[in-house]
Nanobody
Framework: VQLQASGGGLVQAGDSLRLSCAAS????????MGWFRQAPGKNREFVAS????????VYADSVKGRFTISRDNTRNAAYLQMNSLKPEDTAVYYC??????????????????WGQGTQVTVSS
């Protein structure tokens, strides 16, 4: 599976951004998807995940109520709608596919395929 994340940019606090993750290589509707982020000097952390069907999603407490993960299996794509952005959301955002479709795994080591990352910078 090849993943390509896009949609990052420089925004002000309170603004919104929508990240996209394009999947190729096999039918993405078979795969759960997840988003992680990594700020400078910090470990990569879980943001959100969504089941292959799109019916179940999981969020980190830090983004719950502000971010929404979704997917369009007809387009082999997943999305992360980020609202009410804060400076602490600044990071490189990665999309990834979890091993065995387990969306409840939140450790990077539990994800087997990764995109290249897209930078999100939120100014105060």
């Amino acid at each position: 599976v090849q993943l390509q994340a896009s949609g990052g940019g420089l925004v002000q606090a309170g603004d919104s951004l929508r990240l996209s993750c394009a999947a190729s290589g096999r039918t993405s509707s078979d795969d759960a998807m997840g988003w992680f982020r990594q700020a400078p000097g910090k470990n990569r952390e879980f943001v959100a995940s969504i089941s292959a069907s799109g019916r179940i999603s999981v969020y980190a407490d830090s983004v719950k109520g502000r971010f929404t993960i979704s997917r369009d299996n007809t387009r082999n794509a997943a999305y992360l709608q980020m609202n009410s952005l804060k400076p602490e959301d600044t990071a490189v955002y990665y999309c990834a596919v979890p091993e065995k479709g387990n969306i409840y795994n939140k450790r990077p080591v539990d994800y087997e395929y990764w995109g290249q990352g897209t930078q999100v910078t939120v100014s105060s």
